[in-house]
Protein backbone atom coordinates (compact mmCIF):
# COMPACT_ATOMS: atom_id res chain seq x y z
CA UNK A 1 0.00 0.00 0.00
CA UNK A 2 3.27 2.37 -0.65
CA UNK A 3 2.00 5.59 -1.36
CA UNK A 4 -2.31 5.54 0.23
CA UNK A 5 -2.91 5.81 3.48
CA UNK A 6 -6.80 5.44 4.62
CA UNK A 7 -7.38 6.39 8.19
CA UNK A 8 -8.63 5.31 10.64
CA UNK A 9 -8.51 1.81 10.34
CA UNK A 10 -11.64 0.63 12.63
CA UNK A 11 -14.08 2.82 14.17
CA UNK A 12 -17.29 2.37 15.95
CA UNK A 13 -19.97 4.66 15.91
CA UNK A 14 -23.17 5.47 16.86
CA UNK A 15 -26.29 5.66 14.91
CA UNK A 16 -26.84 9.19 13.55
CA UNK A 17 -23.47 10.81 14.46
CA UNK A 18 -21.42 12.49 11.25
CA UNK A 19 -18.34 10.50 10.51
CA UNK A 20 -15.35 11.35 8.37
CA UNK A 21 -12.90 8.81 6.59
CA UNK A 22 -9.73 10.40 5.15
CA UNK A 23 -8.03 8.99 2.42
CA UNK A 24 -4.38 10.12 1.85
CA UNK A 25 -1.68 9.59 -1.01
CA UNK A 26 2.03 10.83 -1.34
CA UNK A 27 1.66 10.05 -5.85
CA UNK A 28 0.33 13.21 -7.05
CA UNK A 29 -2.44 11.00 -9.23
CA UNK A 30 -5.23 12.53 -10.21
CA UNK A 31 -8.17 10.33 -9.83
CA UNK A 32 -9.04 8.65 -6.36
CA UNK A 33 -11.87 6.83 -5.74
CA UNK A 34 -14.08 5.70 -2.40
CA UNK A 35 -15.40 1.98 -2.63
CA UNK A 36 -17.28 0.08 0.16
CA UNK A 37 -17.26 -3.88 0.23
CA UNK A 38 -19.87 -5.74 1.48
CA UNK A 39 -20.23 -9.78 1.65
CA UNK A 40 -22.84 -10.73 -1.49
CA UNK A 41 -22.05 -7.22 -2.99
CA UNK A 42 -18.65 -7.02 -4.04
CA UNK A 43 -17.20 -3.66 -4.16
CA UNK A 44 -19.18 -0.88 -5.27
CA UNK A 45 -18.02 2.71 -6.15
CA UNK A 46 -19.61 5.25 -3.79
CA UNK A 47 -17.59 8.56 -5.00
CA UNK A 48 -14.44 9.80 -6.88
CA UNK A 49 -12.50 12.59 -8.07
CA UNK A 50 -10.43 13.14 -11.00
CA UNK A 51 -9.04 16.60 -9.65
CA UNK A 52 -8.95 18.94 -6.20
CA UNK A 53 -12.68 19.70 -6.48
CA UNK A 54 -13.67 17.79 -9.00
CA UNK A 55 -15.73 15.18 -7.89
CA UNK A 56 -18.70 13.04 -9.06
CA UNK A 57 -20.99 10.18 -7.77
CA UNK A 58 -20.49 6.82 -7.81
CA UNK A 59 -23.73 3.51 -7.81
CA UNK A 60 -24.16 4.07 -3.97
CA UNK A 61 -23.76 7.83 -2.98
CA UNK A 62 -26.64 8.16 -1.07
CA UNK A 63 -25.76 9.29 2.29
CA UNK A 64 -21.97 9.95 1.22
CA UNK A 65 -20.57 13.30 0.69
CA UNK A 66 -16.51 14.33 -0.51
CA UNK A 67 -14.88 16.56 -0.60
CA UNK A 68 -11.04 17.10 -1.92
CA UNK A 69 -9.54 20.26 -1.31
CA UNK A 70 -5.71 19.17 -1.91
CA UNK A 71 -4.42 16.79 -4.50
CA UNK A 72 -3.26 14.28 -1.90
CA UNK A 73 -6.47 14.27 0.59
CA UNK A 74 -9.69 12.88 -0.17
CA UNK A 75 -12.33 12.71 2.15
CA UNK A 76 -15.37 10.63 2.56
CA UNK A 77 -18.56 11.89 4.88
CA UNK A 78 -21.12 9.99 6.48
CA UNK A 79 -23.63 13.20 7.00
CA UNK A 80 -26.03 10.87 9.83
CA UNK A 81 -24.51 7.13 10.00
CA UNK A 82 -26.83 4.56 9.88
CA UNK A 83 -26.56 0.99 10.40
CA UNK A 84 -26.20 -0.28 6.88
CA UNK A 85 -23.34 2.39 6.27
CA UNK A 86 -21.40 -0.72 8.17
CA UNK A 87 -18.89 -1.92 5.75
CA UNK A 88 -15.30 -2.09 4.51
CA UNK A 89 -14.42 1.30 3.24
CA UNK A 90 -11.82 1.32 0.43
CA UNK A 91 -9.79 4.40 -1.20
CA UNK A 92 -7.98 3.66 -4.71
CA UNK A 93 -5.96 6.03 -6.83
CA UNK A 94 -5.58 6.16 -10.17
CA UNK A 95 -2.55 8.19 -12.64
CA UNK A 96 -4.62 8.91 -15.02
CA UNK A 97 -7.75 7.32 -15.38
CA UNK A 98 -8.42 3.97 -16.06
CA UNK A 99 -5.08 3.88 -18.61
CA UNK A 100 -3.06 2.79 -15.32
CA UNK A 101 -5.22 0.97 -13.20
CA UNK A 102 -6.08 1.39 -9.66
CA UNK A 103 -4.12 1.00 -6.40
CA UNK A 104 -6.00 0.43 -2.83
CA UNK A 105 -5.29 1.40 0.38
CA UNK A 106 -5.67 -1.13 3.32
CA UNK A 107 -9.51 -0.17 4.07
CA UNK A 108 -11.02 1.24 6.92
CA UNK A 109 -13.79 -1.08 8.82
CA UNK A 110 -16.44 0.89 10.23
CA UNK A 111 -19.28 -0.36 12.15
CA UNK A 112 -22.24 1.60 13.26
CA UNK A 113 -24.27 0.62 16.40
CA UNK B 1 -24.91 -1.05 -16.97
CA UNK B 2 -22.03 -3.17 -16.87
CA UNK B 3 -22.00 -6.48 -14.90
CA UNK B 4 -19.14 -8.71 -13.89
CA UNK B 5 -19.50 -12.45 -13.28
CA UNK B 6 -17.04 -14.79 -11.49
CA UNK B 7 -17.21 -18.05 -11.28
CA UNK B 8 -16.84 -20.68 -9.46
CA UNK B 9 -17.29 -18.61 -6.16
CA UNK B 10 -15.12 -20.67 -4.67
CA UNK B 11 -12.14 -23.29 -5.49
CA UNK B 12 -9.78 -25.68 -3.70
CA UNK B 13 -7.16 -27.45 -5.41
CA UNK B 14 -4.35 -29.17 -4.40
CA UNK B 15 -0.64 -27.79 -4.75
CA UNK B 16 0.86 -28.23 -7.56
CA UNK B 17 -2.06 -27.89 -10.16
CA UNK B 18 -2.66 -25.12 -12.89
CA UNK B 19 -6.13 -23.48 -12.75
CA UNK B 20 -7.83 -21.25 -14.46
CA UNK B 21 -10.13 -18.21 -12.62
CA UNK B 22 -12.92 -16.86 -15.27
CA UNK B 23 -14.41 -13.26 -15.31
CA UNK B 24 -17.21 -12.56 -17.68
CA UNK B 25 -18.39 -9.13 -18.46
CA UNK B 26 -21.52 -7.94 -19.89
CA UNK B 27 -20.44 -4.90 -22.06
CA UNK B 28 -18.04 -5.60 -24.63
CA UNK B 29 -17.10 -1.52 -24.84
CA UNK B 30 -14.32 -1.84 -21.98
CA UNK B 31 -10.69 0.49 -21.55
CA UNK B 32 -9.23 -2.38 -19.66
CA UNK B 33 -9.37 -5.40 -17.27
CA UNK B 34 -7.08 -5.77 -14.00
CA UNK B 35 -6.75 -8.74 -11.49
CA UNK B 36 -6.33 -8.31 -7.67
CA UNK B 37 -5.81 -10.44 -5.22
CA UNK B 38 -7.06 -9.79 -1.66
CA UNK B 39 -6.04 -11.25 1.40
CA UNK B 40 -8.30 -11.87 4.47
CA UNK B 41 -9.07 -8.27 5.98
CA UNK B 42 -6.27 -6.90 3.90
CA UNK B 43 -6.89 -4.54 1.12
CA UNK B 44 -6.34 -5.40 -2.69
CA UNK B 45 -3.60 -5.72 -4.69
CA UNK B 46 -3.25 -5.35 -8.41
CA UNK B 47 -1.72 -8.27 -10.23
CA UNK B 48 -2.32 -7.90 -13.78
CA UNK B 49 -3.71 -5.19 -15.77
CA UNK B 50 -4.22 -5.54 -19.46
CA UNK B 51 -5.66 -2.84 -21.71
CA UNK B 52 -8.35 -3.27 -24.13
CA UNK B 53 -6.01 -3.46 -26.95
CA UNK B 54 -4.26 -6.03 -25.53
CA UNK B 55 -4.69 -9.83 -25.25
CA UNK B 56 -2.60 -11.05 -22.17
CA UNK B 57 -0.59 -9.82 -19.84
CA UNK B 58 2.27 -12.10 -18.04
CA UNK B 59 3.77 -11.72 -14.30
CA UNK B 60 5.45 -15.01 -13.01
CA UNK B 61 3.60 -17.65 -12.93
CA UNK B 62 0.30 -15.55 -13.73
CA UNK B 63 -1.22 -15.04 -17.27
CA UNK B 64 -4.04 -13.22 -17.66
CA UNK B 65 -5.51 -13.12 -20.95
CA UNK B 66 -9.16 -11.08 -22.42
CA UNK B 67 -11.55 -11.27 -25.11
CA UNK B 68 -13.33 -8.25 -25.31
CA UNK B 69 -15.74 -10.00 -28.27
CA UNK B 70 -16.77 -12.66 -26.23
CA UNK B 71 -16.68 -10.77 -22.85
CA UNK B 72 -14.24 -12.83 -21.22
CA UNK B 73 -11.17 -12.68 -19.27
CA UNK B 74 -9.15 -15.53 -17.47
CA UNK B 75 -6.34 -15.38 -14.92
CA UNK B 76 -4.07 -18.98 -15.21
CA UNK B 77 -1.72 -19.79 -12.41
CA UNK B 78 0.59 -22.44 -12.91
CA UNK B 79 1.73 -24.70 -10.37
CA UNK B 80 -0.26 -23.27 -7.58
CA UNK B 81 1.08 -23.30 -3.92
CA UNK B 82 -0.73 -22.87 -0.92
CA UNK B 83 0.76 -18.88 -0.60
CA UNK B 84 -1.54 -18.51 -3.25
CA UNK B 85 -4.77 -18.74 -1.25
CA UNK B 86 -7.15 -15.54 -1.27
CA UNK B 87 -9.29 -14.04 -2.89
CA UNK B 88 -9.19 -13.02 -6.55
CA UNK B 89 -11.47 -9.95 -7.88
CA UNK B 90 -11.41 -8.91 -11.91
CA UNK B 91 -12.38 -5.11 -12.26
CA UNK B 92 -13.53 -4.08 -15.91
CA UNK B 93 -12.54 -0.15 -16.68
CA UNK B 94 -14.45 2.30 -18.72
CA UNK B 95 -13.15 5.03 -20.39
CA UNK B 96 -14.87 7.90 -17.67
CA UNK B 97 -11.76 6.13 -14.77
CA UNK B 98 -14.03 4.18 -13.35
CA UNK B 99 -14.29 0.28 -12.55
CA UNK B 100 -17.06 -2.48 -12.06
CA UNK B 101 -15.76 -5.51 -9.84
CA UNK B 102 -16.36 -8.86 -9.47
CA UNK B 103 -17.42 -10.70 -6.56
CA UNK B 104 -14.63 -12.67 -6.73
CA UNK B 105 -13.37 -15.96 -6.69
CA UNK B 106 -11.88 -17.38 -3.13
CA UNK B 107 -8.80 -20.13 -3.62
CA UNK B 108 -7.51 -22.09 -1.24
CA UNK B 109 -4.63 -24.50 -2.02
CA UNK B 110 -4.22 -27.60 0.16
CA UNK B 111 -0.61 -28.91 0.76
Known amino acids: DAGITQSPRHKVTETGTPVTLRCHQTENHRYMYWYRQDPGHGLRLIHYSYGVKDTDKGEVSDGYSVSRSKTEDFLLTLESATSSQTSVYFC????????????FGSGTRLTVV | KQEVTQIPAALSVPEGENLVLNCSFT??????LQWFRQDPGKGLTSLLLIQSSQREQTSGRLNASLDKSSGRSTLYIAASQPGDSATYLCAVGDNAGKSTFGDGTTLTVKP
Open chain 1, 92 to 103: AISVRGADYGYT
Open chain 2, 27 to 32: DSAIYN
